[in-house]
């Protein structure tokens, strides 16, 4: 093999861009891949080009996030990237990649000279969406157009009656007092020569709909409008535009009502008349900024399992999933047939239980045109749902393809799977992933479903790091977590949900939520190699920490004020979830010493002074073990989360630890393997078990079944994470408590303990640089496999036990190490390639634990 073929360069990656269109970044980072057989495959230095610009061969390792070697691009500006790179050995480089194009957007303000426009009245409640247009010439020649678009609202765009882009739900929610996204569409091929039409539907969406539990309209504005600007590129070097400006008109269309959370009411006989001149509006406070993060699109459509006739006049239709989306109808009835699509996570006596989703109406309706086959589906709502009634079907039947379950979220890349011997444990995967899927809606959210959908950001804090397993989120959440440093108090409050809007829930320095500031961007780093997010964020972490070290008393405990403490342990009363039997300020504190530790880590990270943070991390230690831990390790809190979070958080001298451990396992097992754990312990309860020695409990923890128990709802049919425990009780009903959500992704933090325990595929260094392949087998599991495309690569960690045997086969990418350390035996470290281990085992469920002695004993 000759050096030319013996590496594969992959097209470079633009930042974490899938589509890199539009960008917003002059100097993007610059990644690729290597593939090839060689072992041990190091690289030594590359080489970028870009048009018929070279960097020159520079030495370096780096092949992820590497600097824009080039001049900064300009607005519109295109540029073709390809690489190639020199093996540590070779002194002939690969052959180039292939190439990619990237395209800048409008990157300063004074490239955009469009306004916003929208309809000729103040229609402050009115919700009613309406459609502005444009009638425009192109020419002859025409090389390129590209659509530059955003609204104070909910938008889609069509040229001459075709669909602009494939994005839902455009431009997402941000906190639209500091930032609203644009994004930049090729049309080109939507327009000819001659007349053209360009059409907007705008709708209230988040800018000014009822919504948050308090139902509160016009939050960020009185009006909708939209921002267009086209720009067409002819063959003799010359541009022209069509913008919103005040030659577009605007007309009610055949959307009748929109809201996110209540649905949407589409009469298809309404014929669009009556078009009036638009008026143009205030320009968006926030800054125009191009989205970095994949936008909600369609992903999947899923037909319904079953179709059953509940009623004279409705079906009920289950899709056997629950999921975040909305129903696309084919219907062919007389004009004037309304059809009535409502959604529900459950059922109850046989009919949707539509208690959970409290305020949200969740019903959408169409009225027939009456012109033969129609094909509906909402554009400006989305619901969570696996039933569905469907009232006023003009036929008896509901074929299959009739009313089809349109899947809605962020796209992101999926990056992560895990797969095992035990059924239930593979469909508790398949639940989170579901729960992620139904809960990256333009922001991370907290529920699909019921009046909330907010971005809840202690659910994000504690779900982070599987989130970051499973699917590219580095953009999307790094995006929005841009939204929380602008709206992060100089007192370092961290808004309980960002964007935030005002609700009657109080605001205050929540441990579990505001440490979103300090773990998150850290969860980041390790896992896609990228310090950009602790660079922004280190500012607003920091102010975080110093919020809360303020709220030491002269103990050095927190000890006063509102926390959320382990919200929703199983313990606390259906009412009232903050009642966790874990003190909140044991929580509180455990929670400060240990940001303020991280923040040391991010001051290393950017090469400022750690010294001061560790010092305080020190200082909160000490005051947690002298309040809330005796000498000899017992909690004064005497639950799993107390115990999960002092040994997890490095919190106890080792004496102390070793006890702590033992007792928590102790408690485990007194609780015959019930969970105990809320927000706060239950990311952390199984990793604590397995640092302290206790494996087989924490084995017995994550596969008992019985109620509470992270796979008793899988035995009760689940398909998403629920919020609580016992959302559904064991007799089907549904929990009394005013919170209960089917699809609230927090408690499915445990997914990366499934992924770095029990498969045993963890990141040593930033991006996967190193890897930590630690399989722990246990459980009576006989094979747990997982794969990750990490930024170098897919990495594979699979094993297998036959009787005493243990085999494991490592895939290592191109440029990474592994340190491969399985049970009982010394670390070993191999780089790149395929390798294949084999030692004798003896799994903690070998010897199973001894029944219980008396409680006395204890
Ligand atoms: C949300 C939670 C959130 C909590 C905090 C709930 O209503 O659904 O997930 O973190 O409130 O108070």
Redesign the pocket.
């Known amino acids: 093999m000759t050096p030319q073929d013996a590496a594969h360069v992959s097209a470079p990656r633009i930042e974490h861009h899938t589509r890199p269109l539009g960008i917003g970044e002059p100097t993007p980072r610059l990644s690729w891949w290597v593939a090839t057989d060689q072992p041990d495959w190091r690289q030594a230095a590359y080489e970028i080009r870009i048009g018929q610009w070279t960097s020159g061969r520079i030495d370096s390792e780096q092949s992820v996030l590497v600097p824009w070697p080039a001049p900064p691009l300009t607005s519109r500006e295109q540029a073709d990237v390809r690489v190639r790179v020199w093996a540590a050995d070779a002194a002939a480089p690969s052959a180039w990649s292939d190439t990619t194009r990237v395209e800048a957007g409008l990157l300063e303000p004074a490239a955009w000279v469009a306004g916003f426009v929208g309809s000729a009245d103040s229609t402050v409640g009115d919700r009613r969406p309406i459609l502005l247009q444009r009638l425009f010439t192109v020419r002859p020649e025409l090389r390129r157009a590209r659509v530059y678009a955003t609204a104070l609202g909910l938008y889609e765009l069509e040229i001459n009656g075709h669909r602009v882009g494939d994005e839902v739900l455009a431009p997402g929610w941000t906190s639209y007092h500091h930032r609203l996204h644009y994004r930049t569409h090729d049309v080109t091929d939507l327009l000819h020569p001659g007349e053209n039409t360009i059409t907007g539907w705008l709708a209230d969406g988040w800018w000014r709909g009822e919504y948050g539990w308090n139902r509160v309209g016009e939050r960020y504005g009185e009006d909708t409008a939209l921002l267009v600007q086209l720009e067409l590129h002819y063959a003799d070097g010359t541009m022209e535009r069509v913008v919103t400006d005040g030659e577009w008109v605007w007309a009610h269309g055949p959307i009748v009502r929109s809201g996110i959370y209540d649905g949407e009411h589409h009469d298809a006989r309404i014929v669009v008349s009556g078009w009036e001149a638009v008026r143009e509006k205030k320009a968006a406070k926030g800054e125009l900024t191009a989205a970095a993060g994949p936008p909600v699109r369609r992903t999947e459509t899923l037909r319904p399992r079953s179709v059953t006739r509940v009623d004279e006049r409705t079906h009920l239709l289950d899709f056997g999933q629950n999921l975040a989306g909305r129903l696309r109808i084919t219907v062919d009835g007389p004009a004037g047939t309304a059809i009535g699509l409502r959604h529900a996570e459950v059922i109850e006596n046989g009919r949707l239980c539509l208690r959970p989703i409290r305020t949200a109406d969740a019903h959408d309706v169409y009225v027939t045109a009456g012109t033969g086959v129609e094909t509906w589906e909402p554009r400006f709502t989305y619901h969570g749902f696996r039933y569905a009634e469907v009232t006023g079907w003009p036929d008896d039947e509901i074929g299959p393809d009739d009313v089809v379950a349109v899947v809605v979220h962020d796209d992101m890349p999926e990056i992560g799977s895990f797969a095992c011997s035990d059924p239930l444990l593979e469909r508790l995967h398949e639940n989170v992933r579901w729960s992620m899927r139904g809960n990256f809606v333009s922001v991370p959210t907290?529920?699909p479903q019921r009046d909330?959908r907010l971005g809840?950001t202690?659910?994000l804090q504690v779900f982070a790091p599987t989130a970051a397993f499973l699917y590219d989120t580095t953009a999307g959440i790094g995006d929005w977590l841009a939204d929380v440093a602008a709206e992060t108090g100089e007192d370092g409050l961290v808004p309980?949900y960002v964007p935030h809007i005002a609700t009657s829930?109080p605001q205050f320095h929540c441990a579990v939520?505001g440490d979103v500031t300090t773990v998150v961007p850290l969860v980041l780093l390790d896992r896609s190699g990228d310090a950009a997010p602790v660079a922004a964020g280190y500012a607003t972490a920091q102010r975080w920490v110093d919020g809360c070290r303020r709220l030491l008393n002269d103990r050095d405990v927190i000890a006063s004020g509102l926390q959320?403490g382990d919200?929703l342990d199983p313990a606390a009363p259906p009412d009232r979830p903050q009642q966790a039997l874990t003190d909140p300020y044991l929580v509180a504190t455990a929670y400060l010493a240990h940001s303020a530790r991280l923040l040391a880590r991010q001051a290393r990270v950017l090469g400022t002074d750690p010294a001061p943070h560790d010092a305080l991390a020190d200082r909160v230690t000490a005051g947690f073990r002298r309040e809330f831990v005796t000498a000899t390790g017992r909690c004064v809190s005497d639950t799993q989360t107390a115990y999960a979070l002092a040994i997890r958080f490095d919190l106890l001298t080792t004496a102390q630890r070793d006890h702590a451990g033992a007792r928590l396992a102790q408690l485990v097992r007194e609780a015959e393997f019930r969970i105990g754990t809320g927000?706060a312990g239950t990311p952390l309860v199984l990793d604590a078990l397995t640092e302290t020695g206790h494996l087989e409990e924490a084995y017995r923890l994550l596969l008992a079944t019985g109620c509470p128990s992270w796979l008793y709802p899988v035995t009760m049919g689940a398909t998403t994470i629920w919020?609580r425990w016992d959302a559904m009780l064991p007799d089907g009903t549904i929990n009394p408590g005013e919170?209960t959500?089917f699809n609230?992704y927090?408690l499915g933090a445990v997914a990366d303990w499934l992924h770095r325990t029990v498969a045993g595929l963890a990141p040593a260094e930033p991006g996967y640089r190193t890897i930590a392949v630690r399989p722990r087998p246990g459980g009576g599991l006989t094979h747990a496999s997982a794969r990750h495309l990490s930024p170098y690569g897919p990495i594979t960690v699979a094993w297998q036990r036959t009787g005493a045997t243990l085999e494991v086969t490592v895939e290592v990418p191109p440029g990474c190490t592994a340190i491969v350390e399985l049970p009982d035996r010394p670390a070993v470290t191999v780089g790149s390639g395929s390798h294949r281990f084999t030692a004798p085992h003896r799994a903690a469920d070998d010897d199973p634990i001894q029944p219980l002695p008396p409680r006395e004993h204890f």
């Open positions: 907290d529920c909330e809840w202690g659910d309980l829930f939520w959320l919200w927000f919020e919170m959500s609230h927090a």
